[in-house]
Nanobody
């Protein structure tokens, strides 16, 4: 399964971005999907995940600001990011896999990453 992430960029604090992750095949009914991020000098961390039935999980640091959702007709996963903060600056990766594995260490497949930079 190929995952292609896009939508990153430079934005001022308080702004918004929407990340997209397109998939090569229709997998949303089978696999959980998620977004991870990695900031310079830090470990990769889970940002948000969504299960096939729609159950979601968010990192405490993004709750109330980020929303993960999927469009089955477009085979695309999204991450809507609002009220961005400088500490959200990182490379964001999409991933797919089984729920328990995905939320603990990531999935089986990864997109190439997209840079998000939030200026203060």
């Amino acid at each position: 399964v190929q995952l292609q992430a896009s939508g990153g960029g430079l934005v001022q604090a308080g702004g918004s971005l929407r990340l997209s992750c397109s998939t090569s095949v229709s997998i949303f009914s089978i696999y959980s999907m998620g977004w991870y991020r990695q900031a310079p000098g830090k470990q990769r961390e889970l940002v948000a995940a969504i299960a096939p039935v729609g159950t979601t999980s968010y990192a405490d640091s993004v709750k109330g600001r980020f929303t993960i959702y999927k469009d089955r007709t477009r085979n695309t996963l999204y991450l809507q990011m609002n009220s961005l903060k400088p500490e959200d600056t990182a490379v964001y990766y999409c991933t797919r896999g089984a729920w328990t594995t995905l939320i603990t260490r990531g999935g089986d497949d990864w997109g190439q990453g997209t840079q998000v930079t939030v200026s203060s």
